[in-house]
């Protein structure tokens, strides 16, 4: 029996038990008392009407459940950020799906909200892939308008989307089963075709109330904006139905009609599972931070636990090789988190990016982009070697050239934190701000510019000295004091459900579900055939 195995399976288990009862409670969205008002009115909830609309037996990849979580404690809460969204397959097509939840402050729309959103607009352009809108919104939430509305970043910049996928050729379809209210009734009616359920759904720009203090004129919902004044008298709408199912049954009709569209080909053969058994990955990852093989990773995610790596005997610190995941081609980069020693007998430590690394991974990425393989990269980085004898090799130099081959990278990139994300560690490794199509992290992955020990100690540092110049003494237990507080809060911020809040990863995934968003994210990247040549610039050398 292996006492660390089973100490690290112990811990992964149980963060991964708080991640299902957080998730729980962020399904229940604004509550019981909302969710019974939505059944009262004959209403799915958002959640339900996706269910519904979903094939059976198909992957549905939610994407931002727990945006905004953690998040406007004084207004209440902002569940999911009032949108269950995600890719799933309707009628046999993948596409995402959008739908506004209700029960959360009756659809509207947070800040978080606004941003949520355009990150599934953005997943549809890069990809190609229908979008489904389940609209049921009160407008932008009034009391934080100014977080929301004016710029470029905010919802008017949906309606913008809304043209430019037009444009594009992606279709999309609106079901408006609920309000659509103000700037939004615009994004229905920008789609390429609406549908409405009579007595709930209802667009226009100013609702009853808004009217008579605007003219004076009394006006009720239906006759305002109801499914029968936009389906026979305005003609902005093109369907009305009965029912919530009606609808969606509709909108499924609409989907298996949708022409077959040149894909990008990237290269897949039939899916053969890992040799080695993926549930050692609970086992295999330590709880501690000690070090460990990612090989051993990455032969439980790749099928046939069959990884050709790409030279093997140099750059140790970084893992590079081909492999295949549920039957796609994948090209993958990994930190190593052994310890290692290379052919000069230096010690390498694991997580730390050398200047041999780096530049092998620079090269690998080349290749994979010359041979048009996707990329998934495998995060457990602590930053790049630091010290004289690095800076006189040129480390920065080196960095830069791997920095450089991630952001110029034109084939998908797939990247999973499953464990420490710092520094200009995350960049090189594909982090957020580099552009990977999906991203998603462990239960036990921390992102921060660097780890909680240092980073405390350095802002006590910072701290301590500024209470001495104004003249106050700062005793050992008032230090300690203050590097614990100091201490807590910078490893709150680390953790990946303040990243999963700001949508600074997709999500937060059980280990095992490693393999089906690598492969549901290729999947979708095949939809979009435009690979443009890779030009990587001025290259440091």
């Known amino acids: 029996m292996d006492i660390q195995f089973n100490r690290n399976e112990d811990v992964m288990k149980l963060a991964l038990s708080e991640m299902k009862q957080r998730l729980a409670k962020i399904y229940e969205g604004g509550g019981k ?33 727990f945006a905004g979580y953690d998040m406007y404690v004084a ?18 097509r993948q596409c995402v799906i959008v739908a506004n939840d209700q029960t959360v402050k009756a659809g509207a729309w947070f800040p978080v909200t606004g941003k949520k959103n355009l990150r599934m607009q953005e997943i549809a352009m890069e990809n190609h892939l229908p979008v489904i809108y389940l609209v049921d919104s009160a407008g932008v939430y009034l009391p934080m308008q100014d977080e929301i509305f004016p710029d470029k970043e905010h919802f008017g910049r949906i309606f913008r989307n809304n043209a430019r996928m037009s444009a594009m050729g992606i279709t999309q379809i609106a079901a408006v089963m609920g309000a659509c209210v103000a700037g939004g009734a615009y994004l229905p009616i920008m789609s390429d075709e609406t549908l409405m359920v009579e007595g709930n759904g209802s667009i226009f720009l100013a609702g009853p109330y808004l009217v008579k203090a605007a003219i004076g004129e009394d006006v009720d919902i239906e006759t305002l904006g109801g499914a029968v004044t936009h389906t026979e008298i305005s003609g902005i709408a093109d369907y009305k139905f009965k029912t919530e199912q009606e609808c969606l049954d509709e909108v499924k009709k609409l989907m298996s009609k949708l022409g077959e569209k040149k894909k990008a080909g990237f290269d897949r053969v039939a899916s053969k599972p890992p040799k080695k058994n993926p549930e050692d990955l609970y086992g295999l990852f330590p709880a501690d931070g000690k070090p460990y093989d990612m090989l051993d990773v990455i032969e439980r995610i790749v099928d046939e636990s069959d990884f050709d790596q790409f030279k093997q005997d140099y750059g140790k610190t970084i893992l590079c090789g081909y492999a295949r995941i549920d039957g796609w081609a994948v090209g993958i980069v990994a930190n190593q988190r052994t310890i290692v020693k290379n052919k000069k007998n230096e010690m390498q430590l694991g997580g730390v990016i050398y200047n041999d690394s780096a530049d092998k991974a620079a090269r690998f990425i080349l290749n994979c982009n010359q041979k048009k393989i996707p990329l998934v990269f495998l995060q457990d980085v602590t930053g790049f070697m630091v010290g004289s004898r690095s800076e006189h090799s040129g480390i920065i130099k080196d960095g830069a050239k791997l920095v450089n081959a991630v952001a110029n990278s034109v084939v998908p990139k797939i990247t999973i934190i499953v464990g420490n994300s710092f520094g200009a560690g995350n960049y090189a490794m594909c982090g957020k701000a580099y552009d990977p199509r999906f991203i998603y992290a462990w239960p036990q992955a921390k992102i921060a510019v660097m780890g909680g020990e240092q980073a405390a100690k350095t802002l006590l540092q910072i701290q301590v000295a500024a209470m001495k110049s104004k003249g106050k003494e700062v005793s050992a237990e008032d230090e300690k004091q203050l590097l614990d507080e100091i201490k807590g809060r910078y490893e709150k911020q680390t953790t990946p459900y303040y990243a999963a809040a700001r949508l600074w990863v997709d999500g937060i995934i059980d280990p095992l579900e490693t393999r089906r968003v690598i492969s549901e994210g290729i999947a979708a990247a095949n939809h979009n055939p435009e690979v443009e040549g890779m030009r990587v610039g001025m290259f440091q050398v």
């Not at 909302?34 to 004959?42: A, D, G, L, Y």
């Not at 569940?79 to 009628?91: K, L, Q």
């Open 33 to 65: 008392k909302s969710i019974e008002k939505q059944k009262e009115r004959n209403k799915l909830t958002a959640r339900e009407r996706i269910n519904y609309l979903c094939d059976a037996d198909t992957p549905f990849i939610e994407i931002g459940a």
């Open 75 to 92: 207004e209440g809460g902002c569940p999911a950020g009032g949108t269950v969204a995600g890719i799933g397959y309707v009628s046999g």
